[in-house]
């Protein structure tokens, strides 16, 4: 199947920056959208970021003009730059792709989540 791996979360002061890396790997025929979620203690898991092979992206409003996502189709990796964190975006931060392999078709798969904590 396909296992999707995070790195780069921790601990940072508000106003800091973190890059989140999430690499694909497995038996991946094709990835269509690859993206980043969270989740908050006592909140739904949200849509952070998403972008798709050729580039196109989508963003929340909470996190426009501060988070980048970018991918290298090549390496199967997506990463978000996160930039002037503030505490509210304190979260489980989970990684997300639209696979498709040969055995199961077209799956969404996810990562098993990097804890982002930003300090006041």
């Known amino acids: 199947q396909v296992q999707l791996v995070e790195s780069g979360g921790g601990l940072v002061q508000a106003g800091g920056s973190l890059r989140l890396s999430c690499a694909a790997s497995?038996?991946?025929?094709?990835?269509?959208?690859m993206g980043w979620y969270r989740q908050a203690p006592g909140k739904q898991r949200e849509l952070v970021a998403a972008?798709?092979?050729?580039?196109?992206?989508n963003y929340a409003d909470s996190v426009k003009g501060r988070f980048t996502i970018s991918r290298d189709n090549a390496k199967n990796t997506v990463y978000l730059q996160m930039n002037s964190l503030k505490p509210e975006d304190t979260a489980v931060y989970y990684c997300?792709?639209?696979?498709?392999?040969?055995?199961?078709?077209?799956?969404?798969?996810w990562g098993q989540g990097t804890q982002v904590t930003v300090s006041s």
């Open positions: 997300n792709a639209a696979a498709y392999t040969v055995v199961a078709g077209p799956l969404d798969y």
């Open positions: 497995g038996s991946i025929f094709s990835i269509n959208a």
């Open positions: 972008i798709t092979s050729g580039g196109s992206t």
